[in-house]
T-cell receptor, first 113, second 112 residues
Framework: AQSVTQLDSHVSVSEGTPVLLRCNYSSSYSPSLFWYVQHPNKGLQLLLKYTSAATLVKGINGFEAEFKKSETSFHLTKPSAHMSDAAEYFCVVSAYNNNDMRFGAGTRLTVKP | DGGITQSPKYLFRKEGQNVTLSCEQNLNHDAMYWYRQDPGQGLRLIYYSQIVNDFQKGDIAEGYSVSREKKESFPLTVTSAQKNPTAFYLC???????????FGQGTRLTVV
């Protein structure tokens, strides 16, 4: 079984300050982990993915995430927030040997000018 | 351009009617998925298909039906048995199980 917990339903930061969106996962398999971003009334866009290669993963738009097996975490970070980063972010766990792709409940990121 | 196309973008349905949401992909992906999104609940899996002419129920399949007659198409029918169909519906595809999914732009269904 797999599950994802996004620890914050809403995060608010000022433009130019760091972003941290937290994600913990549970998986019976060797997991693949993803972060997706969703702007209002749009589909989901892949930000980055971890698939058992390097534990520090770099994605698009300056985002990165670190896979920490001992902490079962996959937190998303960005050094400096931009107004265009305001959106909903989803952490997702999956595994190659099953179709059980599980989504977290989402974290809404607000960026203040 | 390769991608996933969902249509229509907005759909209004009267109570008691069945409606079908379209999902087409030209990515040559084997796996396709339908998700329902409600505020604050993330995405919940309705149905998925790993191969043509085969599909499996997800967590919330009651009141929904699908078909997979062609690799590129995976339409979802919301039947009158679905008690609360108003939601945002997302279709996705992936090359294989466990790999990243690519999403369409969604269909917002409203029951009037």
């Amino acid at each position: 079984a797999q599950s994802v917990t996004q620890l914050d339903s809403h995060v608010s930061v000022s433009e130019g300050t760091p972003v941290l969106l937290r994600c913990n996962y549970s998986s019976s398999y060797s997991p693949s982990l993803f972060w997706y971003v969703q702007h209002p009334n749009k589909g989901l866009q892949l930000l980055l993915k971890y698939t058992s290669a390097a534990t520090l993963v770099k994605g698009i738009n300056g985002f990165e995430a670190e896979f920490k097996k001992s902490e079962t975490s996959f937190h998303l970070t960005k050094p400096s927030a931009h107004m265009s980063d305001a959106a909903e972010y989803f952490c997702v766990v999956s595994a190659y040997n099953n179709n059980d792709m599980r989504f977290g409940a989402g974290t809404r990121l607000t960026v203040k000018p | 351009d390769g991608g996933i196309t969902q249509s229509p973008k907005y759909l209004f349905r009267k109570e008691g009617q069945n409606v079908t949401l379209s999902c087409e992909q030209n990515l040559n992906h084997d796996a396709m998925y339908w998700y329902r999104q409600d505020p604050g609940q993330g995405l919940r899996l309705i149905y998925y298909s790993q191969i043509v002419n085969d599909f499996q129920k997800g967590d919330i399949a009651e009141g929904y039906s699908v078909s997979r007659e062609k690799k590129e198409s995976f339409p979802l029918t919301v039947t009158s048995a679905q008690k609360n169909p108003t939601a945002f519906y997302l279709c996705a595809s992936s090359q294989d199980r466990g790999l990243e999914a690519f999403f369409g732009q969604g269909t917002r269904l409203t029951v009037v």
